[in-house]
């Protein structure tokens, strides 16, 4: 009964080469979330999704495209992946409410960039 | 000054001790905080929200200093299972959106 999917759980890419990573979610929630982890740092996040409405970070390199074509997908492109781009990326999601409530996350996908 | 801040840690601790972290934040403004839990190479998950008035939950208590702006969370008796990296997370404006501190390491050693 997982809630927030994320496929594959491990992806290996060589330099430069496209790649798509999915996140899909059971709960129904509006807001959806990718985040890129590396090794011993915070969970940054890359963009969010409020519906429809789609939410660019200022600092989110231009390599980095999301797609939410249902309430259900939402899927992070990386066109032209580089060495620094090996991370572990984060899907998450949560309800719409007055405040800010609860993420829930998916088990996350490695991203190796060879 | 970073958004959120956190003493990375490790904190070592012996089973059966009290701990205690803090995490400093920069915008007044911020409105909610949580701790979250991640453990070694898995996804973080939430731990407790932190009120205004402080809360509890079991071993755990979590506190609010807004003059301050910090949050603080106490765990006593510790388990060899509490041993992961606890996250201070904020929301940072926007709607909906948060950030995360990098973390505080612990391990509960037998």
């Known amino acids: 009964d997982a809630m927030v999917i994320q496929n594959p759980r491990y992806q290996v890419t060589q330099f430069g080469k496209p790649v798509t990573l999915s996140c899909s979610q059971t709960?129904?929630?509006?807001?959806m979330y990718w985040y890129q982890q590396k090794s011993s740092q915070a969970p940054k996040l890359l963009f969010h999704?409020?519906?429809?409405?789609?939410?660019n970070e200022a600092d989110t390199p231009d390599n980095f495209q999301s797609r939410r074509p249902n309430t259900s997908f939402c899927f992070l492109d990386i066109r032209s992946p580089g060495l620094g781009d090996a991370a572990m990326y984060l899907c998450?999601?949560?309800?719409?409410?007055?405040?800010?409530?609860?993420?829930?996350f998916g088990p996350g996908t490695r991203l190796t960039v060879l | 000054r970073k958004e959120v801040e956190q003493d990375p840690g490790p904190f070592n601790v012996p089973e059966g001790a009290t701990v205690a972290f803090n995490c400093t934040y920069s915008?007044?403004?911020?409105?909610?905080f949580f701790w979250y839990r991640q453990d070694c190479r898995k996804e973080p998950k939430l731990l407790m929200s932190v009120y205004s008035s402080g809360n509890e939950d079991g071993r755990f208590t979590a506190q609010l200093n807004r003059a301050s702006q910090y949050i603080s969370l106490l765990i006593r008796d510790s388990k060899l299972s509490d041993s992961a990296t606890y996250l201070c997370v904020v929301n940072s404006g926007g709607y909906q959106k948060v950030t995360f501190g990098t973390g505080t390491k612990l391990q509960v050693i037998p």
């Open positions: 999704y409020y519906d429809k409405d789609f939410n």
């Open positions: 915008n007044s403004a911020s409105q909610s």
């Open positions: 998450a999601t949560s309800r719409v409410s007055t405040g800010v409530d609860e993420q829930f």
């Open positions: 709960l129904n929630h509006n807001v």
